[in-house]
Nanobody, 128 residues
Framework: QVQLVESGGRLVQAGDSLRLSCAAS????????MGWFRRAPGKEREFVAV???????YYADSVKGRFTISRAYAVNTVYLQMNSLKSEDTAVYYC??????????????????????WGQGTQITVSS
């Protein structure tokens, strides 16, 4: 049974840093693209970042330069380091996984519908 479990969400102040973790289990995810999405109150689900199986990354413009996605293959875990947090980063953050391939561009993985597995989400609240 495939499971993605996010952790690390909490209440922080604007300008703070926070790191989210997503622990994957049930299979080896080394050949999967791992993404982070978020949903703010009253808004649609939004792409945040993705890391491909070869380690290349792609970010939403809204977080570029502030957030860093990384992965630890040995422990099937993906991280999202978030710096300079803003009130508009307040949302539930979701981890997602999908099989990677050689022919899709990075932007392909910004579409939530291509992902097969999802975590339950972790809440981040940024107080200004």
């Amino acid at each position: 049974q495939v499971q993605l479990v996010e952790s690390g969400g909490r209440l922080v102040q604007a300008g703070d840093s926070l790191r989210l973790s997503c622990a994957a289990s049930g299979r080896t995810f080394s050949n999967y693209a791992m993404g982070w999405f978020r949903r703010a109150p009253g808004k649609e689900r939004e792409f945040v970042a993705v890391i491909r199986w070869r380690g290349n990354t792609y970010y939403a413009d809204s977080v570029k330069g502030r957030f860093t996605i990384s992965r630890a293959y040995a422990v099937n875990t993906v991280y999202l380091q978030m710096n300079s947090l803003k009130s508009e980063d307040t949302a539930v953050y979701y981890c997602a996984a999908t099989t990677d391939n050689y022919f899709s561009g990075d932007n392909y993985f910004s579409d939530y519908s291509v992902y097969d597995y999802w975590g339950q989400g972790t809440q981040i609240t940024v107080s200004s």
